[in-house]
């Protein structure tokens, strides 16, 4: 079946440095790909999204190219702040069976010091 | 209400005791997932509504889980006889419309121990 692999975490970081959280997937159909973060406390929250191949989902600096030649959708930011501590899932939605479930990976804890 | 809610955000029960688990999705949202979220692992499904109808059920763990969402909005997860395996927390979700591009809107989840 479907499934996600991200890097294990934690990721420590200090402020500025630079950030990639791996991705890899298996799919049998053709899938969207998220990445989802969960900050202390709250609940999980969309961060981006790609649709189709080579689109590139952006928001709040984070990045993330879906490569289907790889199936990798790695999570990258520039320069890391520490209120971008946080859990970081990416996941995967089948759109064949047009119910929109997600398939997540296990989560990459990031903690960034000051 | 501005976002999905989920009541009660901790659950603490006995081994073979019954649990009925909340969510109010938001307003208007025809699609509802829950999820079984283990701890230090990522989200499982376990079912799907789209209005009142269920119509993926296939990450439900076994007969003692049940759910349901009788008028298209509020839906309740019933899980019978709880075993310790059943310790996680459980998150609602849902989405304007159905489909993979869509986001889906989590609520902060109900963590259940199991005793």
């Known amino acids: 079946g479907d499934s996600v692999t991200q890097m294990e975490g934690p990721v420590t970081l200090s402020e500025e440095a630079f950030l990639t959280i791996n991705c890899t997937y298996t799919?049998?159909?053709?899938?969207?790909l998220f990445w989802y973060v969960q900050y202390p406390g709250e609940g999980l929250q969309l961060l981006l999204k790609?649709?189709?191949?080579?689109d590139k989902g952006s928001n709040k600096g984070f990045e993330a190219t879906y490569r289907k030649e790889t199936t990798s959708f790695h999570l990258e930011k520039g320069s890391v702040q520490v209120s971008d501590s946080a859990v970081y899932f990416c996941a995967l939605s089948d759109r064949s069976g047009n119910t929109g479930k997600l398939i997540f990976g296990q989560g990459t804890t990031l903690q960034v010091k000051p | 209400g501005a976002g999905v809610s989920q009541s009660p955000r901790y659950k603490v029960a006995k081994r073979g005791q019954d649990v009925a688990l909340r969510c109010d999705p938001i307003s208007g949202h025809v699609s509802l997932f829950w999820y079984q979220q283990a701890l230090g692992q990522g989200p499982e499904f376990l079912t799907y509504?789209?209005?009142?109808?269920?119509?993926?059920k296939s990450g439900l763990p076994s007969d003692r889980f049940f759910a349901e969402r009788p008028e298209g909005s509020v839906s309740t997860l019933k899980i019978q006889r709880t075993q310790q395996e059943d310790s996680a927390v459980y998150l609602c979700a849902s989405s304007f419309v159905t489909g993979g591009n869509t986001e889906a809107f989590f609520g902060q989840g109900t963590r259940l121990t199991v005793v």
């Open positions: 790609a649709t189709k191949a080579d």
């Open positions: 509504f789209q209005n009142e109808a269920q119509l993926d």
């Open positions: 799919a049998t159909g053709y899938p969207s």
